[in-house]
């Protein structure tokens, strides 16, 4: 029923760009928080950003005036531009985001399947 679904990953050259896209699907009647996390072989999940229903922002240290995020309410969708891209930022990244479905009493959390990035040196 509802999912959420990423798009955009791949793979780079160090100091190249890349956007990711997720794409929330199904009977859903609003969306809270969304964000994007990542996870890198062996290490734990951890917070790249999110963005609240009012455009809030918020990035993890790492990002460095790096990386964007934003959302497209119309169309379900949360965006990461990822620019100057270093090879420690190579994982999977993971869309999440609180969810209301059409009919339910109560939000619930919701993960991607994820998608690969792989920045090379």
């Known amino acids: 029923q509802v999912q959420l679904v990423e798009s955009g990953g791949g793979l780079v050259q160090a100091g190249g760009s890349l956007r990711l896209s997720c794409a929330a699907s199904?009977?859903?009647?609003?969306?809270?928080?969304m964000g994007w996390y990542r996870q890198a072989p062996g290490k734990q999940r951890e917070l790249v950003a999110d963005?609240?229903?009012?455009?809030?922002?918020r990035y993890a240290g790492f990002v460095k005036g790096r990386f964007t995020i934003s959302r497209d309410n119309a169309k379900n969708t949360v965006l990461l531009q990822m620019n100057s891209l270093k090879p420690e930022d190579t994982a999977v990244y993971y869309c999440n985001a609180d969810l209301l479905q059409r009919g339910r009493a109560m939000y619930a959390n919701y993960w991607g399947q994820g998608t690969q990035v792989t920045v090379s040196s």
């Open positions: 963005i609240t229903s009012g455009g809030r922002t």
């Open positions: 199904g009977s859903i009647l609003s969306i809270n928080d």
